[in-house]
């Protein structure tokens, strides 16, 4: 089972990337429901407001002590919440999950929303993309632990930190179901198997 945040923002459409993989997802509103998944997304939407519904029920720890055991992947406002910092703001507590620096709403106004042509490189597959970019961040800076999956002529726009992803387009909008395949798909085959056994 793979939960997707649902505090704000557009977590349905990555339930239906989920339910046509096979894969069973349920919404996550409370912290106690992180007991119950193998994987977490953190959608996209408004990271001020997805942080200040995450600090009200104390999610903020408890999806750090999630991602020391299980994949995360975050998608636009998701990756600026498992960010390590954020440039000029200081209104948002990133979960410091990845190693990385953005900058919110760095491509400009909602009318500077484009789709971008991506390559990605992961485990010596490659993949091209039509990527939305909607009012996305900018990575600035990564750590050493931070391997780039792609780019956006110079702007790193997918990053793998150990079993963790950040995206700064949505893959959700576009049909991409790579990565929720490529993440959650081994997750819920241990799960189908433990419920065999
Ligand atoms: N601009 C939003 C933010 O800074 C992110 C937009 C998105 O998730 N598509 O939180």
Redesign the pocket.
């Known amino acids: 089972m793979i939960g997707i945040l649902a505090l704000q923002?557009?977590y349905h459409a990555h339930i239906r990337v989920l339910d046509g993989l096979n894969i069973s997802a349920m919404e996550i509103k409370y912290p106690d429901q992180l007991n119950s998944i193998n994987g977490l997304i953190i959608?996209?939407?408004?990271?001020?407001?997805?942080n200040d519904l995450m600090a009200r029920v104390g999610f903020h720890d408890e999806i750090k002590r999630f991602s020391k055991k299980k994949p995360i992947l975050g998608?636009?406002?998701?990756l600026?919440m498992m960010s390590a910092s954020i440039k000029n703001d200081s209104q948002i507590t990133t979960l410091n999950i990845l190693d990385i620096e953005v900058a919110?709403?760095a491509y400009g106004r909602q009318t500077d929303?484009f789709i971008g042509e991506i390559n990605i490189r992961i485990n010596d597959q490659n993949l091209n993309a039509k990527a939305p970019?909607?009012?996305?961040?900018k990575i600035l800076k990564i750590g050493d632990s931070v391997e780039v999956l792609s780019k956006h002529n110079s702007d790193i726009v997918a990053v793998k930190s150990g079993n963790h992803y950040g995206l700064t387009f949505?893959p959700e909008l576009s049909g991409i179901t790579f990565f929720h395949n490529y993440i959650f798909a081994k997750q819920n085959e241990a799960i189908k198997e433990n419920n065999a056994a």
């Open positions: 923002g557009n959608p996209g939407g408004e990271s001020t407001t997805i998608t636009c406002a998701g600026i919110r709403n929303s970019f909607i009012r996305a961040p949505h």
